[in-house]
């Protein structure tokens, strides 16, 4: 079976491309290295360096290699930073997904997953579950659940079989720790091996449930086989929640240092945001076994091994009103 991975190069795209290589599958990794790097690709994996921006080089992919299954994760995931670079979010995150789904039909390919964002539920109660109608609350968000329309779209008008997941708050090695407008472990990370401080929006009360990417990209290949799971949509992801401080507190222990903490003004976030993952569980027996504790030991470890990343400012911001200081 031939797949192609979005993002191959990338955090959770390496990860899901290792699990396919694992299970026998030729893959194919498509990335523009504008997040991901070229050592995170598997040696047994085909390398291509381009964006799925360009419908030119993805019907050529398609034509030459007839891809079986596509698992799309090649996206710009800056919630925050998409209020201000509102045309760059919806080109790379939208344009460059239809690009995907206009040749994924004309392949005949057997599943298109695509990894959605909790970022659709926008502000509605946690913990919440599939059912509820999604409410994005930025661009971000909004490219997401476009995406997920369309596929929807695509299964009813030409046969598409896919499946939807909304991971949350993925963690753990190969994250682009020098990524300051999101990843915030990464971020935390980067900051202590750089011996800054660790910044915090707010009061750091903010609540999510970190999940460990050794849980989710598993789940995430395994759907792509099962039949009973097409044209679905799935929470993925941890079920304990943490506040940001606690979070920060849990990295600097890893560490073995002192947390050091530096508060930012608050912005205009999700205050509190986890998922019920009980259709996941029924459907696939999924539970995210790795703590939290386990996770950043973990991923502490790979950090310390490959050293803090500097940081390129985002040079294309289109809106400058109430762009946090800390970002300009």
């Known amino acids: 079976m031939k797949a192609l991975v979005t993002g191959g190069a990338g955090f959770m795209g390496s990860h899901v491309a290792e699990a396919l290589l694992g299970l026998g599958f030729e893959v194919w990794t498509l990335d523009d290295l504008s ?13 291509v360096h381009g964006s799925i921006c360009n419908s030119g080089l993805v019907d050529e992919l398609f034509a030459a290699h007839r891809y079986d299954y596509v698992f799309h994760l090649a996206a710009y995931a800056a919630e925050g930073l998409s209020h201000f670079i509102r045309r760059f979010n919806y080109t790379n995150n939208l344009i460059g997904s239809v ?30 579950t599939e059912d509820l109608k999604p409410d994005p609350a930025d661009p971000y968000g909004v ?22 997941f909304r991971p949350h708050n993925v963690y753990g090695e190969r994250q682009n720790i020098g990524d300051k407008y999101r990843n915030v472990l990464g971020i935390f990370m980067n ?21 460990y990417i050794g849980d989710v990209a598993p789940a995430m290949v395994a759907a792509a086989g099962r039949p009973d799971c097409y044209n679905e949509v799935f929470n993925v992801g941890s079920d304990t929640t943490y506040t940001v401080r606690e979070l920060a507190e849990k990295v600097a222990a890893a560490f073995r240092v002192e947390p050091r903490i530096q508060s930012l003004p608050a912005r205009n976030e999700v205050q509190h945001a986890f998922s019920s993952h009980a ?17 950043v030991t973990r991923m502490a470890a790979w950090a310390r091994t490959h050293g803090p990343r500097q940081c390129p400012v985002f040079s294309d911001i289109e809106i400058e009103r109430n762009l946090p200081p800390s970002w300009r």
């Open 143 to 164: 490219s997401k659940y476009a995406v997920e329309m369309d596929l929807k779209a695509a299964h009813e008008m030409f046969g598409l079989n896919y499946v939807v």
């Open 99 to 128: 690009n995907l789904i206009n040749a994924s039909v004309r392949c005949d390919v057997k599943c298109f997953v695509f990894t959605s964002s909790i970022a659709v539920y926008g502000h509605l109660p946690p913990p919440m």
């Open 35 to 47: 997040g991901g790097f070229r050592d995170n690709v598997a040696p047994a994996a085909h390398f």
């Open 191 to 211: 900051q202590i091996m750089q011996k800054q401080p660790m910044t915090i929006f707010g009061d750091g009360s903010q609540t999510r449930a970190f999940s």
């Open 279 to 295: 259709k996941i569980r029924q459907r696939l027996g999924f539970e995210a076994s790795t703590g939290l504790d386990e996770g």
